[in-house]
DNA sequence: GCATATCGTTAAAGTAGTTTAATAAAATGG
DNA sequence: CCATTTTATTAAACTACTTTAACGATATGC
């Protein structure tokens, strides 16, 4: 149940201390889930933040006529989760499902502060952690507003590798915000046909 | 130079006392900006990082054929830069300009670790100024995947407000990922003409 | 306060991306 | 392993948005 591969991500952001990582894996809750399984549902209960060992885990919010609208795809040593529900202990509108057989270990609103106070050292993980995370949600932004279609694709295939022959391909789409129609031809147009 | 807005604002995230504060304006540079005026060009030095205490700042990167791609407008209270630049002390492609006669508080690398590591306060307002922001970032992105350029720009008229007519268009145009022309097209259009 | 550049508007033509629908391929479950 | 559902492909028609260009309105500097 305790991974290497997650302690070594967390020390290289700060240096932790042995018993600082061992109340974290104290305080966190390790589960399974099997590929489609449903990790949490939209609805009043608030999302609780997930730390990913192992796997694949796509979070997404379903729109009118039930199109499925991809935020993000989590991936090893990735945190997922609605933030905003999470801190403000609010309703969340995102679900998250297991997009390949995926470890993880969830953290509780309470566990998450028990461990920023109790630790500064936590407490600064988590800052780094944020802050690295908005600067690629920055770039997401720039790809957004400034990247076609295929360029957008195309840094998603930079970004994201072998993750790519996993995921149905309307779920990439949802992601990059293009219809899986277009995707399919954009594909068939990189591919010389 | 001191502002009780910002103080208000500091202590709206942590309850912070007197003297930490008092190290925060100790170690951060205080600077008028007038309208138009360039507060960071974008090159080989690393960008600072940016506390708002009135006016407006723009952050934008020039794209193609000298095409300007605005990725924020500050405000008040808000915090503004290239947080990789900054970060990681490297070359940024940002720059930063005033939209009107604008007051900051900017801080260097050293200055924010100094204030982190000194002050267990400090590394917690950013932990929640960073999750926030991440929150507010994500919630883009939905808008960016999500949304028609109508829904875009009255979207950001509900968020910016006044500021809305203060800006060139054209620059919001770019902040929304749209045209100048057809976010004109779109203004007539609401207006009822 | 005039000259000049910049910005905003409008409209016509063009294009990137969507929609619809039909068929093919692949995954899922009994 | 077959039946059923879901997903991917393709193509034609469509639309949201862009491009270009010309003109009018505003700002900016001398």
Redesign the interface.
């Known amino acids: 149940m305790y991974s290497d591969s997650i302690i070594k991500n967390f020390r290289s952001y700060v240096d932790f201390q042995q018993k600082e990582l061992d109340a974290f894996f104290d305080l966190a809750h390790y589960q399974k889930f099997k590929k489609n399984e449903m990790l949490f549902e939209s609805g009043p209960g608030s999302c609780p933040f997930i730390l990913i060992k192992s796997g694949c885990l796509m979070t997404y919010?379903t729109?009118e006529k039930d199109f499925i609208?991809v935020?993000q795809f989590g991936i090893e040593n990735w945190w997922t989760g609605d933030?905003?529900s999470f801190?403000q202990e609010e309703a969340s509108i995102y679900s998250i499902k297991a997009m390949a057989n995926t470890e993880v270990y969830i953290l509780g609103k309470k566990e998450f502060e028990s461990l920023?106070a109790k630790f500064?050292n936590f407490?600064?993980y988590?800052?780094i952690l944020?802050?690295n995370?908005?600067?690629s949600?920055?770039k997401?932004?720039?790809r957004?507003?400034?990247f076609t279609a295929e360029e957008k694709y195309l840094t998603f295939t930079q970004n994201f590798g072998k993750l790519e022959l996993i995921l149905p391909q309307k779920y990439i789409a949802?992601?990059?915000?293009i219809t899986p129609e277009f995707l399919s031809m954009i594909r068939r147009k990189l591919a010389g046909r």
Not at 174 to 177: M, Q
């Open positions: 919010f729109g609208h935020i933030l905003n801190m920023c500064p407490e600064k988590f800052r944020f802050q995370s908005l600067v949600h920055q997401r932004i720039i957004n507003i400034s949802s992601y990059l915000g």
